[in-house]
């Protein structure tokens, strides 16, 4: 079954958005799971139709500009290959909106651009190929026999090629210099992949953890081997070797193609942005036409339109669509899994192989059916009414387009298996996601973005992030038990997941080929509720703090008869506490920047973590205070008052320790 990519996981886009909605949340004194969800379109029912240029011409008439209007979106472009050539190319909606005087812009299919994000990643994997025929590299080698200089690694074993082009090769994610604002210098490949390398948290080919960095790295092997820069590289032998004239990866692009390129807008009313300058630019740098991309799908179904040359020999092109790393991954190689650059999946019983992007503003898809010689590709130039808009409607379209022109014969549901219920009462349970920033302060986003797995009783479990287009959580019951893991289908439907477990645990639950949720340790799970009481009784005592003084100046109390030191260690104390939102609202205001891809000046992360730390200073007056109040005879109830005092101060600082938002190292 093919399931719609989450909206940052396999795209350029990292986990911003999540932390700063999630933040918002733990201000308002509530938390909810604000995660991307797998896409289920509705079912449409099996319907055979001609694949033939006037069909799919007619279908994408009626379903596209309607799905553009409803969702506010600008403007798409699709094209469809079939029988070594590209069926149709359509273009609907603006490339430009226009303003004031200047009238909008249709979208030529043939001539306007598009951003495809992260689909750029098959050019690396196609070029990769390339060297593995040429004999200049083996997919199965240390990796560092090709570089430079040294690749940081936590195991012993070697991270390969095949690693690094199937997201296996155990890396955090990283998201600085990932989308830069309009108009900055792109990055060099090699600092992008030398300097500041992203930890490692798993061993090499037993997690799948989406990397664009892993890309990159296989692209700068691609430079190395072959002397040429990885951009001139792409151009000479994938890109003009196909005819992909419209098709570049510089940033900005060269004056011929500026001209044509569509604007970008990221939500309904607003403004067209900038030229995106995207970093390490293998990993979804590309710009492109819709037809170029025809020509593309072309070439990876082994059928080059023209006198074109092939790219790759057909026994590469097979091992791009085979399983990358399945000998390694447990109970996870029972689910759809990662080729070489492909996402795997199955739909109506054929193989497609797929690679989702995303940008800021742009949301491509691109897939293939290799048996059956068929394509589609669809990219949209704007984000819509909701953050899934995009999602949603590239999803449909492609199911729709299988559906329509591949139907498989219906299948008889599996039937539940007698452990289903035990099974999930044993999945029950919290998890985060294996592709996360873990060594700097943007591990805060995982920790506070725990996916709950719900054992719902009968023998089937939910999780939000598989779910309807309406957002509704899917329903799955095991269907089969090996001594590897478990496997779970969708009540009704075809959707799978599949469960890696140990000694009767679940380590692992794969739900798209190269991401997986593994269990949130408890300490973790406990950073978001604490971190809620903390922030909570630090506003309490603030609010009452003026309310106190009132009420003490209408009864003619004074505080004039404490002690100096006294009143210095209670004015140290609220200080403390009155850091405790203010740290919030500061690390809010700096991931709302991130978000919206502005980066965030090392100074003022250094001085939001000086600020964190005021609250763990103040456990010393807060502690000092409480011991007056004993000595003193302060009465019991204010013993309690300072004593909750200082344990939301040590809770709140524990809290932001847990959450990495003290760590040293501020790249994200």
Not at 394 to 408: D, I, K, N, Q, S
Not at 551 to 578: N, P
Request: glycine fraction near 10%; aromatic fraction near 6%; charge should be negative.
């Amino acid at each position: 079954m093919i399931i719609a990519p989450p909206r940052r996981s396999r795209s350029m886009i990292t986990a911003v958005p999540v932390l700063l909605a999630l933040l918002a949340l733990t201000l308002a004194g509530c938390a909810a799971p604000a995660t991307g969800p797998v896409i289920t379109p509705p079912t449409a029912p099996r319907v055979s139709a001609e694949l033939t240029k006037a069909d799919v011409d007619d279908w994408l008439d009626g379903m596209l500009p309607t799905a553009l209007e409803r969702e506010g979106l600008a403007g798409a472009t699709v094209s469809v290959v079939a029988d070594g050539r590209i069926l149709t190319e359509r273009g609907y909606g603006a490339a430009d909106l226009g303003e004031a005087e200047r009238p909008p812009v249709p979208v030529d299919p043939a001539r306007t651009l598009f951003r495809i994000g992260s689909v750029s990643k098959l050019v690396t994997a196609v070029a990769v190929m390339q060297q593995v025929e040429a004999g200049k590299v083996d997919l199965d080698a240390d990796v560092q026999t090709y570089l430079d200089f040294d690749l940081e690694r936590a195991f012993d074993e070697p991270v390969t090629l095949r690693h690094l082009l199937s997201h296996t090769a155990g890396y955090e994610d990283r998201g600085r210099g990932v989308l830069l604002a309009p108009g900055t210098p792109e990055p060099d490949l090699r600092t992008e992949v030398a300097v500041d390398q992203p930890e490692q948290l798993y061993r090499p080919g037993t997690v799948p953890a989406y990397s664009n960095w892993s890309n990159a790295l296989a692209a700068y092997v691609v430079q190395r081997v072959t002397g040429t820069p990885y951009r001139d590289y792409a151009r000479d032998r994938v890109l003009d070797r196909l005819g992909m004239s419209g098709s570049s990866f510089d940033q900005p692009l060269p004056e011929g193609l500026a001209g044509r390129m569509s604007q970008g807008y990221p939500a309904v009313g607003a403004s067209a942005a900038g030229f995106e300058t995207i970093g390490p630019a293998p990993a979804g740098a590309m710009s492109a036409t819709a037809h170029d991309l025809g020509l593309f799908m072309l070439a990876l179904l082994g059928t080059p339109a023209g006198n074109s040359p092939p790219l790759l020999r057909p026994e590469s092109l097979a091992a791009m669509g085979r399983p990358a790393v399945a000998e390694s991954l447990g109970g996870l190689g029972l689910a759809d899994q990662m080729g070489l650059g492909f996402f795997l999946y199955e739909l109506q019983g054929h193989r497609v192989l797929a690679h989702g992007g995303d940008t800021a503003m742009f949301h491509s898809q691109l897939a293939v059916l290799p048996e059956l010689g068929t394509g589609i590709f669809v990219s949209i130039n704007s984000t819509g009414r909701a953050g899934d808009s995009a999602a949603t409607l590239r999803t449909a379209l492609l199911t729709g387009f299988v559906e329509r022109y591949h139907p498989g014969p219906a299948a008889a549901a599996p039937a539940a298996t007698a452990t289903s219920a035990e099974h999930a009462a044993r999945a029950a349970g919290s998890y985060q996601f294996s592709r996360r920033g873990e060594s700097t302060f943007f591990r805060a986003a995982s920790v506070i973005s725990a996916i709950t797995v719900t054992d719902n009783g009968d023998g089937t479990i939910s999780l939000p992030i598989v779910a309807t287009s309406g957002g509704h959580p899917l329903r799955l019951r095991e269907v089969s038990v090996t001594e590897d893991g478990w496997v779970w289908q969708e009540v009704g439907g075809e959707l799978r997941l599949a469960m890696d477990v140990a000694d009767g645990r679940v380590t692992a639950i794969g739900y798209d080929p190269a991401h997986v949720l593994l269990p949130m340790p408890p300490d973790r799970q406990a950073v978001l509720p604490v971190a809620i009481g903390a922030i909570g009784w630090a506003l309490l005592v603030l609010l009452a703090w003026p309310i106190g003084a009132i009420v003490r100046r209408r009864h003619g109390v004074s505080l004039a008869e404490w002690s100096v030191a006294r009143r210095r260690l209670r004015t140290l104390t609220h200080l403390g506490l009155l850091a405790v939102p203010l740290a919030t609202l500061g690390w809010v205001a700096v991931i709302s920047l991130i978000g919206s891809f502005v980066p965030a000046p090392e100074p003022v992360l250094r001085a939001l973590q000086v600020l964190t730390l005021v609250p763990v200073l103040a456990v010393v007056p807060a502690l000092l205070q409480l011991i007056g109040t004993l000595r003193n005879r302060g009465g019991v109830w204010s013993a309690i008052g300072n004593l909750l005092i200082m344990v939301a101060l040590l809770a709140f600082g524990w809290a932001a320790w847990t959450a990495g938002l003290l760590s040293p190292d501020l790249t994200y």
